[in-house]
């Protein structure tokens, strides 16, 4: 993660604002269509090989084969759209670039085993290889003084080589080759039925993730992508910190529940209080800090950045406890109900990033995401009749007394 990161800070500084938040504004406009490639089936099939591991060659190939379909109709729709929304010869060519890597993200079906095994390890030193490798090829860039379209293909290649890490470590611990998986139609029915409104959700937090940097793009100017980007970069880092401890702890709150339900809300407070409590104290500091890490970390050149990370950092909040609370909803069946919350995000922050980004510039988009963020995570389940009696659990995490109970 700090190399990962340094490097992109190191790319940040070279490119420059302008050049920059195109970078930027091609990976979030890409990202609109994300949902698309995975089909909302990661958790799914997580469940179910907890569930019964002697169908794994099964749940495997027919979500690896999904997945292939799916990242075949986001590279197409994401390349369709950037024809009829941009006339920019360079914007539609680093939009189809970024989109192309979706194709070997179905090789993440792998980490979905290791997350079921509760093998982490295997992911992380697949990641750390893909890591390495594309950190080196990004300094080579630098120091070549290449042109941002080799940045923008360098995506690509990161998802090869984390692809090639994963089956290089599922060979490894298993001793079994690819060509075991199966492909089956009623499988696919089975997991497409659970997962269709992940997919919509998916859909639903694209937009309201990454619709900010689209729109800025379209209303101020590909500088103002970059500034605001910057920011963002700086609180996306610490998202991989739920995304790791709620896919490791994950298979150990569905085994709670069988085993009693004291047990399993318990697991489930502790989760959601360790969550919220990490995410403060990274919001209070960068928030306190932040004139001096733009400033040490990008330079003067982004210096108007520091006003936009003093406020999105607090989103990192939401995120961690909207990350847990998703296990919640996939384990108690209310995968519609993620769709509905995630839906009401997606529409406010679309109408609040119309009315402050032309008054208030980025810091206006700042406000638009942390404010639909707090409403998709907490107003709508004052509004929901089966959420509404659990919103205990989601308020007493801000007690820290919770995390050692």
């Known amino acids: 993660m700090v190399v990962g990161f340094l490097v992109g800070v190191w790319v ?12 930027s504004f091609a990976r979030s406009f890409v990202g609109l269509f994300m949902a698309l490639s995975t089909l909302g089936l ?16 099964v749940l495997l190939g027919t979500s690896f084969f999904l997945k292939l379909i799916g990242a075949t109709v986001a590279v197409t729709c994401a390349s369709v759209a950037i024809y009829f ?30 997350q079921s095994k509760v093998i982490s390890k295997f992911s992380v030193l697949a990641q750390i290889f893909s890591t390495i490798l594309s950190a080196i090829v990004k300094i080579i860039l630098i120091l070549e003084h290449a042109s941002l379209i080799y940045f923008a293909a360098a995506g690509v290649f990161d998802m090869i080589t984390i692809g090639a890490g994963y089956i290089y470590f599922y060979y490894k611990t298993n001793n079994l080759p690819l060509n075991r998986w199966k492909f089956e139609l009623s499988c696919a029915k089975i997991l497409l039925k659970d997962s269709w409104p992940l997919i919509l959700s998916g859909v639903a937090i694209g937009i309201y993730m990454k619709i900010d940097q689209v729109m800025i793009k379209y209303i101020l100017n590909d500088r103002a992508v970059g500034l605001y980007s910057a920011a963002v970069r700086l609180c996306e880092v610490w998202y991989v910190i739920p995304a790791v401890i709620t896919g490791s702890l994950f298979p150990a709150i569905i085994n709670a529940k069988k085993i009693s339900k004291k047990l399993y809300y318990e697991r489930l407070q502790r989760l959601y209080s360790l969550m919220v409590w990490t995410a403060i104290t990274i919001s209070v500091i960068f928030s306190l800090t932040s004139n001096f890490l733009v400033k040490l970390l990008y330079g003067e050149a982004y210096v108007q950045s520091r006003n936009v990370l003093s406020i999105y950092i607090w989103i990192t909040v939401f995120v961690f406890i909207g990350v847990a609370f998703s296990k919640y909803l996939i384990v108690e069946d209310y995968t519609q109900k993620a769709l509905y919350r995630t839906s009401l995000g997606a529409i406010i922050n679309i109408g609040l990033n119309l009315l402050l980004i032309s008054k208030y510039g980025i810091v206006g988009a700042a406000y638009a995401t942390l404010t639909a963020q707090f409403i998709a995570n907490y107003g709508y389940d004052f509004l929901d009749s089966d959420l509404r009696k659990y919103i205990g659990l989601k308020l007493k995490c801000f007690n820290p007394y919770y995390i050692v109970k």
Do not use: C, H, W
Request: glycine content about 4%; aromatic content about 12%.
């Open 85 to 114: 929304t941009s006339t920019d010869t360079l914007t539609r060519l680093m939009v189809l670039i970024i989109a192309f890597s979706l194709i070997f993200q179905a090789f993440n079906v792998i980490d979905l085993y290791f």
């Open 42 to 57: 990661d958790p799914i099939v997580v469940r179910e090989l907890v569930k019964d591991e002697s169908k794994m060659d």
């Open 12 to 23: 940040a500084r070279y490119l420059g604002p302008a050049k920059f938040g195109l970078l």
